[in-house]
């Protein structure tokens, strides 16, 4: 079992940057493709990056491609979520979650749809919250 904890949330303003930690304990996350996903109120949850540092590959939502970035810093069992341009669309929960993958590559190379299933993602950090004003 791997446990998640997010930090880094707070209140930025439009156009602004943010990172947010989602550190892991209990297991290496070389076993685990790693997602970021994010919550408005009343709204579905939605993914937002996924990364395998294994497979070395990284996936974007199409809101966030070229804004944000996903990164893993093994020595310290972290990912991150590098957050730029901050838009009024972005305040959210923001949610890490792990889902552990025999062959990330497969998870990858394979259908688009199954990387932000957040039901193939067994386990859940607590979420932290982003604001953004303008």
């Not at 303003?13 to 947010?20: A, C, E, M, T």
């Not at 199409?62 to 972290?78: L, Q, Y």
């Not at 025999?102 to 932000?116: A, H, M």
Request: hydrophobic share 30%; with cysteine.
């Amino acid at each position: 079992q791997v446990q998640l904890v997010e930090s880094g949330g707070g209140a930025e303003q439009s156009g602004g940057s943010l990172r947010l930690s989602c550190a892991a304990s209990g297991s290496s996350l070389d076993y685990y493709v790693i997602g970021w996903f994010r919550q408005a109120p009343g709204k579905e949850r939605e993914g937002v990056a996924c990364i395998s540092s294994r497979a070395g590959s990284t996936y974007y939502a199409d809101s966030v491609k070229g804004r944000f970035t996903i990164s893993t810093e093994n020595a310290k069992n972290t990912v991150y979520l590098e957050m730029t341009r901050l838009k009024a669309e972005d305040p959210h929960v923001y949610y890490c979650a792990a889902a552990r993958v025999e062959y990330p590559g497969g998870w990858f190379g394979g259908p688009k749809s199954r990387l932000f299933d957040e039901y193939q993602y067994e386990y859940w950090g607590q979420g932290t919250q982003l604001t953004v004003s303008s």
